[in-house]
């Protein structure tokens, strides 16, 4: 029993470790065709913060930290 509970604990934190990933991986796919199609509209300086802000959540992808993506 103990066991169980112990691995739903670890169970629950990888869900949600998958759920942001999965969320923040359609965030960046839409902004960034976002940012294709309309960036010409933006002023530079905000594009430039998307894209460093997309560059952020990129980076921070390759880990799994829910908390950090």
């Known amino acids: 029993v103990r ?3 112990a691995n739903a604990e670890a169970d629950k934190k990888r869900r949600v ?5 999965n ?5 960046v ?3 960034e065709k976002a940012l294709a199609e309309h960036g010409s509209k ?9 894209e460093d802000a997309v560059s952020d959540l990129k980076e921070a992808l390759k880990g ?3 908390e950090a993506i």
């Not at 470790?17 to 990933?21: L, N, Q, Y």
């Not at 969320?23 to 965030?27: I, K, R």
């Open 64 to 66: 799994d930290d829910a």
């Open 3 to 5: 066991d169980a509970e």
């Open 42 to 50: 933006v002023a530079e300086s905000e594009r430039r913060a998307i």
């Open 23 to 27: 969320e923040a991986e359609g965030l």
């Open 29 to 31: 796919h839409s902004t």
């Open 17 to 21: 470790a998958v759920t942001a990933k």
